[in-house]
Structure formats: C-alpha cells, structure tokens
C-alpha cells in the first residue's frame, strides 16, 4: 500500500523561497539554495537558461513562471516593500499564507497551491517522488505567480487530495465508454477485441474466397475448360482427397498453348496459310521459249505472273531510279552539316580563349605576357607537326 501524501505546510516550504528571490537583482545566476526547492522539469529549465544569460533582463526570477504575463509582472511583485527583511528575524514576514486547493493531472502528478496575500504570490508546488538532489520524496516548486494571475493557474482544483484524487478517478471513467462508442465497441467486450476480430476474420475469408471463385480463360473465342464448379468451392469446405483434387487442374488449358482442343475450327475459319504461299517466289516457274527461235511453233500460253519478293537496295549516285539531283542534295548538306562544325569549333576556341585570358588577369599574367604563351605554344605545336611529318 502506497504511502499517504502529507499536505504541505508553508510555514516549512515558504521561507527558504522567499529568501532567495530578491538576489534575482543583484546577480543573472540563481543562488545554489534555490535548486534543490524546485521540481526536476524547473530546475532543468533554470539552470539551462540561467547558463545562457547574459544581461539583467534575462534573470532567473523570469524563469519560474511558464505564464508570459506572470513573467512579466513577477519582478515587480518581488521588487515591492513587502519582500523587505524584518529587522528582528531578518526573515521575509508573511501573515496570510493558506493552500487553496489541490489538482491531480494524472497518476504522477499532483499539484498543490499555496496564496500568499500579502506578498501577492502564488507558489504551486509538485509532489516528487525520488528526486535525489532535492532530498527525496516531498513537495517541490513547481510554478511561481503574481496572485492576480488566474487564467494560468485553472479552475480544477480541490480542497483535499483525496476529492482531486476522486475528480481524476470520474473524469477517466466518464471518457471510458465514449472513447469505446467512438471506436465501435460495447461495454459488453472490453476493447472490442471479439468484435474486431470478428470483422477481421469474415475480411480474411471474403478475401481468400475471391481466388477460389476466380474463373480461368484463354484468348480464345471459348473459356477453356476449368476444374468444376465444386472443385471452385471454397478452401475450408472442400471434402474431396488432395490428389483428386489437383488432378482436375490436369484438364486446364494453358493460357501460352496456341492449339485449344476445346475452340470450334468452324467458326475460326480456315487459315490463310497454307505452307505454299511462298513457294512460287522461292521457286521460279521455268522460262517460256523465244517466239523468233521457233517461227514453227504454236501460239505460246498466257504467262502466269508469279508474286515476286522485291528487296530494298542503298541508292548510290550510279543507280537506275536516282537523280542527279539527290546526289547534290546530299552534297549540299554535308557542305552545311561541315561549315556549321567549323564554326562551332570556332566559337568554342574563341570562348576558351576568353576564359583563359581573364584567368591570366586573375593572377597577375599581364595582356602581353599572355600574348606571349600563346604564341609560344602556336610554335611548339608548328614545330611538332613537322617532326610528325618528316
């Protein structure tokens, strides 16, 4: 059984705080007796922050609060005569200090709020349980505001914490069966795990079922003989062996066969090809005798014209069909195809040129100097071709 959590007491808590607020004026660092009072997410964020300032207006007392207003209204409340030392208990003295409620966000997280009048302050503390650099378990500061802010601090608090531990309680059991509406289950089955399962496997089913009632077909002009309509039912509810059943797939027609025995001959027609279309260009009919070698002879027979098979030949400037024309045609085209790379050529030795000056310029290589290396290289190059040459 978890440990009751005590109330805090501000006679205990208050003090220290208090005493360590006003140095927020004479130094952009917190004192080293402010840490171990604040929460770990506080304390965090303080030292983070603190680290990184570098002018009074990014003081450490701004950081205690998470509320823009309350940070910015905070060092006046502070600043004020009230935090003045008594001259007796060179304490901060404070009269009306009450916890005025308590608020539980979640199983580890309970806040508890201490008004001070007087002083103007509110201090909202957090239970922390294990925080070894703040000396254990106990209450922790978790926020500090000027007392006229309430728009930050919230409405939900309570005056015991077992009443914020019972609003907590309702507020979880009260989204309970919304939350389950809005997911499509019942208070009946917890989570809706039998219902969702349910769907999921009728889903499966539907799923698996569509393969089993797909028919097979051919390009032919009739489906091709498939397993029978049982054969199709679905997997769960077969009850024929295993081998009579895949020996029905021994009568599928394949879909890459190009001979189906179940497609009508008739009504495809006869073929086209026959095997001897091509037989009269392969195989010349022979040549019919002269009519002026045998004056004597009859009448010669009609002449069947025979299908020949006419191959493309490349047209030169010596074939038949050509022009002169083409042949000037083309020369006309190599000439400009020939004039167009050389001024290409042209326009790129010129850019080179160019970018090559302009790099001489960039490190101090006179235009002269440059016209120099130019020449220089033109006459190596002469003087290469001619050793190449002889």
């Known amino acids: 059984m978890a440990n009751p959590i005590p109330p805090p007491t501000p006679q205990t808590l208050l003090p220290p705080l208090l005493a360590c607020l006003p140095t927020a004026f004479a130094s952009i660092r917190p004192p080293p007796a402010l840490l171990p009072l604040l929460s770990p997410i506080l304390r965090q964020r303080v030292q983070l922050l603190s680290d990184s300032a570098s002018s009074p207006s ?4 701004l950081k205690l609060t998470w509320d823009r207003t309350g940070a910015e209204e905070l060092p006046a409340v502070v600043e004020s005569e009230a935090f003045e030392l008594h001259p007796v208990s060179n304490e901060i003295e404070f009269d ?22 007087d002083l103007r302050l509110t201090v909202i503390y957090l239970w922390c349980m294990g925080d070894t650099e703040g000396g254990g378990d106990g209450w922790r500061v978790a926020e500090v505001l000027p007392l006229e802010i309430k728009e930050s601090i919230g409405r939900e608090w309570k005056i015991s914490i077992g009443e914020a531990d019972e609003a907590t309680q309702q507020k979880s059991i009260s989204n309970t069966p919304a939350a389950g509406l809005a997911n499509g289950t019942s208070a009946d089955e917890p989570n809706g795990i039998s219902s969702i399962s349910a769907i999921d496997g009728a889903e499966d089913d539907d799923y698996w079922a569509q393969y089993d009632n797909a028919l097979t ?6 489906p091709s003989p498939g397993p029978p309509a049982d054969a199709r039912a679905p997997r769960h509810g077969r009850t024929m062996s295993d081998a009579a059943y895949y020996s029905q797939y021994a009568q599928v027609q394949p879909d890459m066969d190009n001979d189906d025995p179940s497609a009508d001959r008739n009504a495809i ?9 091509i037989a009269p260009t392969t195989h010349p009919a022979p040549s019919q005798p002269d009519s002026h070698l045998d004056s004597s002879a009859k009448s010669p027979a009609p002449i069947l014209l025979q299908p020949t098979t006419e191959h493309p030949r490349p047209h030169t400037a010596y074939s038949d069909d050509g022009s002169s024309s083409a042949v000037v045609d083309r020369l006309e085209d190599s000439a400009s195809m020939q ?5 290409a050529v042209r326009q790129h030795v010129a850019s080179t040129m160019k970018s090559l000056h302009r790099l001489a310029r960039s490190t101090g290589i006179g235009t002269a100097e440059f016209e120099g290396m130019i020449k220089t290289e033109v006459e190596m190059l002469r003087f290469e071709e001619g050793m190449e040459e002889s």
């Open 58 to 61: 990014d003081s450490w007392l």
């Open 96 to 117: 009306d200090a009450r916890i005025a409620g308590y608020r539980r966000l979640d199983v580890e997280t309970l806040h508890s709020r201490i008004d001070i009048g």
């Open 217 to 222: 077909s051919t390009p032919g002009p009739q």
């Open 269 to 277: 027609g006869e073929s086209s090809l026959n095997g001897d279309t």
């Open 339 to 343: 004039s167009q790379t050389e001024l």
